[in-house]
């Protein structure tokens, strides 16, 4: 190869520069701070820098005449095959150090040749480790922020609080959120002046650990869909975190509960190895034996000043240390918890005071209905009263005389006939009467305790009779229930209306059943028959006062009735299908256990 004018020049330039050997120019390339290496033709080591000793760790001695790759122990990024005619290439690798680091570098790698035919390489390695560390950082943080995005997204989306409570507990422990192994949450109970635990989520050992993180690791749930997924219980039981979470409860006022302490502060409380740091203080052993574990971080979660909360997080299964990073994005979404708690509640308070604001003006509207009944009954009680007082007496007149005609009367049929007629007339418009001034002369309850079991039967017994005449089989239900607080003889009158209006709707025969049970602090009495039934429309005006379907009925037996139960502060309700019978159904207090009433 022949050399040109300007190459010579080059030459010239440079020997100005490194008057001398080759030996002072290697002694120059060693002492740089950039790791280089001169490489033979089978890649082994021919020379090793000051830079590259201090880089790697290994002194020349101990790399000299050794392959650079194993040295190195090099694994390209993206292998580089040789291009022809190009000497320089320069790939991204991974090398380690002798203390075993790995290291993200850059090499430049240039193919050499001697006049004589000896090949070589010089190798120029630049240090990206720390930028890849922060690339890494950077990326993690980015998927650290977009998880609390996502979380703060399912937040903003959950309508009641137990589905905050779950988004919050799924966001710091799930694969797609902040990988804690398990979290806990405390919430602030201001009408028990409590902290008490409410929720957690993680598994209980290692062996379920691995079950639940296998599991998820074959799907691809999305964060909101493990949300929709978690039970906080297994079976109808708190499972195993749930049942610790439950036994962290301290007063507010207790300042020596280290919950409430956390609570209290404007940080987050981390404990390492059972002592608080920053403080230097020991956690009470009582906290690290319910957790099962020494090292963990509290969060207090804080709205508009105010205390709503505490979230506990750990690594209690594979031990992983909770670094400053995951602390700081624990904080983040601890914020936008204590946020959407409070807002949970307000929602609540505010559902519960419209709760009560419209049971109020059912019940102002309910007792609108009262007065305007009452007032309307009272006329209808006056008149009525009257006009049975003064029907009375006639009608007793009347039927004693016919009675007594019909007693006395000649044998011919169609006397007799006429006189029955008149007799059985006058006995149904006196039980009419009887009905009127009853209704409108109510007397108050004489409430004592009685025998439901021993009255039924009583008022069964005295409609036997007539029901055995109708062709009815009745039956009696009995079971164990406490005595009612109850007047016996009002008591026993509306029973006794009841089972005669069943009698009525079967005129052909059928069953009547009574049941009785027993329910919280009350007695059930249920009247059902095979009878006619009633409409729908029936069954709107059946209580009414002077309203019936049959032709001699007064249309106050069920009015009466009612009245009773109301009076005993009970309850009655009429359940029926046309062609399929009735049930009547009066709920009635018992008597206070210990209480003689």
């Given at each position: 190869m022949e050399t040109g004018p300007q190459q010579l020049d080059e030459h010239a330039r440079f020997e100005a520069f490194f008057p001398g050997s080759a030996d002072d120019f290697l002694r120059l390339l060693g002492a740089w701070s950039i790791p280089f290496a001169l490489l033979d033709d089978r890649g082994a080591i021919l020379f090793w820098n000051r830079g590259a000793a201090r880089f790697y760790g290994r002194a020349e001695d101990e790399v000299l005449g050794h392959p650079f790759a194993e040295i190195v122990a090099e694994v390209a990024r993206v292998p580089q095959a040789p291009v022809p005619g190009v000497r320089t290439q320069r790939y991204e690798a991974s090398h380690r150090r002798a203390s075993g680091e790995d290291l993200a570098v850059i090499v430049t790698r240039t193919e050499l040749s001697a006049p004589d035919g000896t090949e070589g390489a010089f190798v120029l390695v630049t240090d990206l480790t720390a930028n890849k560390r922060l690339e890494r950082g950077l990326a993690r943080r980015v998927a650290q922020l977009s998880v609390i995005r996502e979380i703060g997204e399912c937040l903003q989306s959950a309508m009641g609080l137990e589905q905050i409570l779950r988004t919050i507990l799924v966001g710091a422990t799930a694969s797609q959120g902040l990988r804690f192994n398990r979290a806990f949450l405390l919430l602030v109970d201001e009408r028990r002046g409590e902290l008490r635990g409410r929720e957690a989520i993680g598994p209980a050992d290692a062996g379920e650990a691995q079950r639940i993180?296998?599991?998820?690791?074959?799907?691809?749930?999305?964060?909101?869909?493990?949300?929709?997924?978690?039970?906080?219980?297994?079976?109808?039981?708190?499972?195993?975190?749930?049942?610790?979470?439950?036994?962290?409860?301290?007063?507010?006022?207790?300042?020596?509960?280290?919950?409430?302490?956390?609570?209290?502060?404007?940080?987050?409380?981390?404990?390492?190895?059972?002592?608080?740091?920053?403080?230097?203080?020991?956690?009470?052993?009582?906290?690290?034996?319910?957790?099962?574990?020494?090292?963990?971080?509290?969060?207090?979660?804080?709205?508009?000043?105010?205390?709503?909360?505490?979230?506990?997080?750990?690594?209690?299964?594979?031990?992983?240390?909770?670094?400053?990073e995951d602390i700081a994005i624990l904080e983040l979404l601890g914020l936008q918890a204590a946020h959407a708690i409070e807002r949970a509640r307000l929602t609540d308070e505010l559902a519960r005071q419209v709760a009560s604001l419209a049971a109020a003006t059912q019940e102002l509207r309910q007792n609108q209905e009262r007065m305007v009944l009452n007032e309307r009954l009272s006329a209808i009680g006056e008149m009525a009263a009257h006009v049975a007082h003064e029907i009375r007496n006639p009608l007793v007149a009347i039927g004693g005389f016919a009675r007594s005609l019909l007693e006395r009367a000649p044998r011919d049929r169609e006397t007799t006939d006429a006189l029955a007629i008149i007799v059985d007339e006058v006995r149904r418009l006196e039980s009419i009467v009887r009905d009127v001034l009853d209704f409108s002369r109510p007397a108050s309850p004489k409430i004592a305790?009685?025998?439901?079991?021993?009255?039924?039967?009583?008022?069964?017994?005295?409609?036997?009779?007539?029901?055995?005449?109708?062709?009815?089989q009745a039956s009696v239900e009995d079971a164990d229930v406490p005595d009612a607080a109850v007047d016996r003889d009002q008591l026993f009158q509306a029973i006794v209306n009841l089972l005669r209006n069943a009698v009525h709707a079967m005129p052909r025969g059928g069953s009547i059943r009574v049941r009785l049970r027993r329910f919280p602090h009350g007695v059930e009495v249920a009247i059902a028959d095979t009878g006619i039934g009633m409409s729908e429309e029936i069954q709107a005006h059946a209580l009414e006062p002077f309203y019936t379907t049959k032709h001699d009925g007064s249309g106050l037996g069920l009015t009466i009735a009612s009245r009773i139960v109301r009076d005993h502060h009970g309850e009655i309700r009429i359940k029926s299908k046309e062609g399929e019978g009735t049930t009547v159904l009066l709920r009635l207090p018992a008597v206070p256990e210990g209480d003689d009433v």
């Open positions: 993180w296998s599991r998820l690791a074959a799907s691809s749930h999305t964060l909101r869909e493990l949300v929709d997924q978690f039970e906080g219980e297994v079976d109808g039981a708190p499972s195993r975190v749930l049942a610790i979470a439950r036994q962290l409860v301290a007063k507010l006022d207790d300042e020596d509960a280290f919950v409430i302490r956390a609570l209290r502060r404007h940080a987050t409380t981390r404990v390492e190895s059972g002592r608080v740091l920053g403080v230097d203080e020991p956690v009470p052993e009582r906290i690290t034996q319910i957790l099962g574990i020494d090292t963990f971080v509290a969060v207090p979660l804080t709205a508009e000043g105010r205390p709503v909360g505490l979230l506990l997080a750990d690594n209690a299964i594979t031990g992983r240390g909770i670094a400053g305790p009685v025998d439901m079991s021993r009255l039924v039967l009583e008022a069964y017994e005295l409609l036997r009779g007539e029901m055995d005449h109708a062709g009815i």
